[in-house]
């Protein structure tokens, strides 16, 4: 386990809702995702201001900084600047905005109120939010941008050097700590060598899982040579997709899959030795 807290727990604080001038609202990228000016502007044409809601803002020293509900704050901006067409009312009636603002909280405890607020809607993707933690300085996510930039990958894209998957390589992370998913890249490295489908987060998690349980017995380098011998990378999954769904005749949850890759990497450890041999749990169990 890796012992160290990654919650997005925020420290009590104030909040309170007042009336802001939406006009004197700012933003910053590291606690949230990019403005998208194109779709504030589509907004801001479209506005009804009793379906506005309430924008969440931070309280910070050199002023107000929106946290969730960006495009709607910058929506209003627009229409009272009058590069929106809408009627004389709706300006008049954002001129000022009814806000929930926060006060008292670090850059990564903005980050984290982001993603609580947006984690349930999925109005958030895995990328944006691992981008706004690594930018905010949140554990979770610099501690993993520590382990990817150490072997050079980046997320998002499907290259030699692209991983895809980051709730999965998070949820290592997570279980096991930083240690954990360094030792797995290289071991995946070791065996298939850089491709894309060497950064698969199912077969990292089925790496990691093993050596995290089994350390005392398996040799990272030697699991590295027994996972080669199983075929490159998607054959592997493949074999652990065909586990998760026992012949594609079940669906395969996210833990099924993960318990899937456990017994594959184990049973690659095993092949038909009789000493040192790793227990191979019930995938049905």
């Not at 606690?31 to 801001?44: G, S, T, Y």
């Not at 704050?73 to 905005?97: E, H, M, N, P, W």
């Not at 240690?179 to 990691?208: C, H, K, M, N, Y």
């Not at 099924?256 to 191979?280: E, F, M, Q, Y």
């Amino acid at each position: 386990m890796s012992g160290k807290d990654y919650s997005y727990d925020i420290p009590d604080h104030p909040i309170e809702y007042i009336k802001v001038d939406p006009v004197t609202i700012k933003f910053d990228p590291r606690a949230q995702r990019n403005l998208n000016k194109a779709r504030a502007q589509a907004i801001a044409e479209k506005l009804v201001p009793t379906a506005l809601g309430t924008p969440i803002l931070s309280q910070r020293e050199d002023g107000l900084y929106a946290v969730d509900g960006m495009h709607r704050v910058y929506a209003c901006q627009l229409i009272l600047s009058g590069k929106a067409s809408v009627s004389a009312d709706v300006r008049k009636a954002v001129r000022t905005i009814t806000c929930e603002v926060h006060s008292d909280l670090s850059m990564p405890n903005e980050a984290s109120l982001f993603i609580i607020k947006n984690k349930e809607s999925s109005k958030v993707g895995a990328n944006d939010e691992f981008r706004i933690g690594v930018l905010a300085g949140h554990p979770l996510f610099e501690d993993t941008n520590d382990v990817l930039e150490k072997h050079q990958l980046k997320v998002g894209s499907r290259t030699v050097n692209g991983l895809r998957g980051i709730k999965g390589i998070l949820s290592i992370v997570v279980e096991y700590g930083p240690e954990s998913l360094d030792q797995a890249l290289t071991i995946a490295e070791d065996a298939w060598g850089r491709t894309p489908d060497t950064w698969d987060s199912v077969i990292l998690g089925g790496i990691a899982t093993v050596m995290s349980r089994h350390s005392d017995v398996v040799k990272p380098k030697v699991l590295a040579e027994r996972l080669a011998r199983q075929g490159n990378p998607v054959t592997f999954r493949q074999k652990i997709h065909n586990l998760a769904t026992n012949g594609n005749t079940r669906a395969d949850g996210t833990k099924g899959r993960l318990k899937a890759a456990h017994i594959a990497v184990a049973s690659a450890w095993n092949g038909t030795r009789r000493i040192n041999r790793l227990p191979i749990p019930n995938i049905f169990e």
